[in-house]
């Protein structure tokens, strides 16, 4: 067996126990109504598009830019750069299918194209003819195929730390987690504190920002009814090709990245800018796979100064 090929067997090891431990602390979903109460505040609405009722926030008045966070994330990831962007843009951000408040989707498709397709679906609905979009993560890959599909409707694109490029690096442990058989079963009923704790810990690159109001407000999210198996669904259908059409991107491009991003290498950033074409590059020290979150005042300057460089766009505040 490989070097590589033991670890992943002892991290797989390694998660059982960690499960194994966390049925003791058996964790049911939490009540939908109660989690609304507590993670929606006086800017949320829910928007139905199509058939799935949406969290959403739509502040600010101005050009507008769409938000759109990571696997098992939600809107909240973005509220720093909302406060900042508000008072001069028209800030858009949702919960997409399967996290944060939505709720899982009605179909279960958790497929790069079916979410591409739920963003332009939501726009519609939002009324928001084009867009600054910035995408996180797996954002950030349903950011740049968005913009391949409908380059009209995007006037600058911002990926930070975008997933779609495949990865030299064993992926971390809750998705392979996610992806062992029988171990993923239990996914469902048992989520540790600690487990979710520790994937803070593996996207932050400064451990102290990791709080304990940090920790709780993904652990309750990662509970609303559905979210979990959402979350298995996602990262099972997870696929990436290496010859991802990125050549074919036809919109300004800022490319933003966590320099001790653990989850998706921080060389991965040259391979984006290499093949996008006309993008540049903003690497932010000190920061992981969530810099918009762990330092959203040096991740949002260089975004700022992209999007001052942009077209004058039309203001579609509602």
């Known amino acids: 067996m490989t070097v590589r090929g033991r670890t992943r067997r002892l991290g797989v090891v390694a998660a059982v126990v960690v499960l194994a431990l966390g049925w003791l602390a058996y964790t049911p979903d939490l009540p939908t109504a109660a989690l609304e ?46 406060v900042a962007l508000r008072d001069s843009f028209r800030v858009v951000r949702f919960d997409l299918p399967g996290f944060g408040l939505t709720g899982p989707s009605a179909t ?12 332009g679906a939501a726009l519609d609905a939002l009324q928001v003819p084009s867009a600054i979009l910035v995408g996180n993560s797996l954002g950030g890959e349903v950011a740049w195929q968005f913009a391949l ?42 989520s540790p504190r600690a487990l979710v704790r520790k994937s803070l810990l593996d996207v932050y690159a ?16 990662l509970r609303r009814p559905g979210a979990r198996d959402a979350f298995v669904r996602r990262v099972q259908g997870q696929r990436y090709a290496a010859d991802a059409p990125l050549e074919r991107l036809a919109v300004p491009t800022l490319v933003v990245w966590g320099a001790a991003d653990t989850w998706i290498p921080a060389a991965l950033a040259t391979e ?7 993008a540049s590059l903003a690497m932010i020290p000190d920061a992981g796979h969530v810099p918009h979150e762990e330092a959203p005042a040096a991740t949002l300057a260089p ?15 509602p």
């Open 37 to 82: 109460r507590r993670y929606a505040d006086g800017a949320s609405r829910f928007v139905q598009v199509g058939t799935q009722r949406v969290h959403v926030r739509d502040e600010g008045a101005g050009p507008a830019i769409v938000l759109i966070h990571g696997t098992g994330a939600s809107l909240h990831t973005w509220d720093a750069w909302a």
């Open 206 to 221: 400064n451990d102290a920002l990791v709080s304990d109001t940090l920790v709780d407000r993904y652990w309750a999210l």
């Open 272 to 278: 984006f800018v290499r093949r996008i074409p006309g």
């Open 149 to 190: 599909r409908a380059p009209a409707r995007v006037r600058g694109l911002v990926l930070v730390d975008p997933a779609g490029l495949p990865i030299d690096a064993p992926p971390p442990m809750a998705m392979r987690i996610a992806r062992t058989p029988v171990v993923n079963a239990l996914v469902r009923v048992v």
């Open 108 to 119: 279960g498709d958790y497929s790069i194209e079916a979410l591409t397709a739920f963003v």
């Open 303 to 317: 975004v700022l100064r992209f999007i001052s460089m942009l077209p004058r766009a039309v203001d579609v505040s």
